[in-house]
């Protein structure tokens, strides 16, 4: 069935509570790449539990309601679903132990017309259930390929950061694995378009290909090591947009503008040097 607009708007979409422990935040940091290198001790600092620290973009994973769009009801083709854009602010330090919760809601909805897709904008608040302190909040934006048509406003869209057009100040290459997004979807997200060979051919790719919140954690690495010498108390606030998908295994090269306050970049994959990412915008706590 088609998307009907006042529904999925106002989706309810299940509040999530997760017992968060140590183990949990050793596998976010390791599947997003780190640990590659074991002689690395600021690396050792996001795995080595006597010293554990949380990668700033964690609170994508935390609280989260799961693949709740394959769900027949929202009218949407799960299948042709792609993640677009996402954001993510800090506002208290990530705990490496105790209970988080998780409440997700649409925000907007824009219709681009007949055959030519939709846009979903969301948002998860991610809570200390024991404090009840905000700790972090999560924005994103889907592109629904195949639900465009359906009535809706096709308006307002969100402006992306400007990226400068003078080259980048500081780059860096950072390897995926080429297992890395079996590896990653253990944290939740169990789409079957990153395992699943065939579903990956249905929806248009020879291969499975990497989580786009996979990526974000690979160049916010790149950012905190760059930009706050991995000192996660100066990570403040990350924006990009998703350009094209990465297959696992392939290099990610992050390049770098110093902004007043933080940073733009962008992103590309150095074996078809092509831009995954674009757009991207840094902030300081």
């Known amino acids: 069935m088609p998307i009907v607009y006042e529904k999925l708007l106002n989706y309810s979409i299940p509040e ?3 017992h968060l ?3 949990d935040v050793a596998m976010y940091n390791f599947s997003i790449g780190l640990g590659q290198d074991p002689m690395d001790e600021q690396q050792l600092d996001f795995l080595f539990e006597p010293r554990l620290k949380v990668m700033p973009s964690m609170p994508v994973v935390l609280g989260a309601p799961g693949f709740w769009s ?3 009801d929202t009218g ?15 506002h208290k330090p990530l705990l490496t132990e105790g209970e988080i919760i998780g409440r997700s809601r649409v925000t907007g909805l824009v219709d681009r017309g007949e055959g030519k ?4 904008y969301s948002e998860r ?9 905000l700790l972090a909040t999560v924005t994103s934006t889907s592109f629904l390929r195949g639900d465009g048509g359906f009535g809706g406003p096709s308006g307002p869209v969100t402006k992306p950061h400007p990226e400068p057009e003078r080259a980048p100040d500081v780059s860096l290459d950072l390897a995926t694995r080429p297992e890395q997004a079996l590896i990653y979807r253990l ?8 395992i699943d060979p ?3 051919a249905t929806a248009g790719y020879p291969r499975p290909i990497l989580h786009g919140l996979c990526t974000f954690g690979t160049i916010c690495h790149v950012l905190l090591k760059t930009l706050c010498d991995y000192d996660t108390a100066r990570f403040g606030k990350m924006d990009l947009r998703f350009s094209s998908p990465v297959y696992p295994g392939e290099t990610i090269r992050t390049e770098i503008w110093h902004e007043e306050s933080g940073a733009a970049f962008r992103a590309r994959v150095v074996e078809r040097d092509k831009v995954v990412v674009s757009n991207g915008l840094f902030r300081f706590a």
């Open 76 to 90: 949407m083709d799960w299948v042709k679903i792609l993640h677009g854009e996402q954001g993510l602010v800090l």
């Open 117 to 120: 897709g939709a846009l979903m």
């Open 21 to 23: 422990r140590w183990q």
């Open 16 to 18: 999530m509570r997760q």
């Open 187 to 194: 944290n939740t997200d169990l789409n079957p378009l990153h």
């Open 198 to 200: 065939k579903i990956a």
């Open 70 to 72: 394959r769900n027949p």
């Open 125 to 133: 608040e991610v809570i200390d259930a024991k404090t009840g302190d």
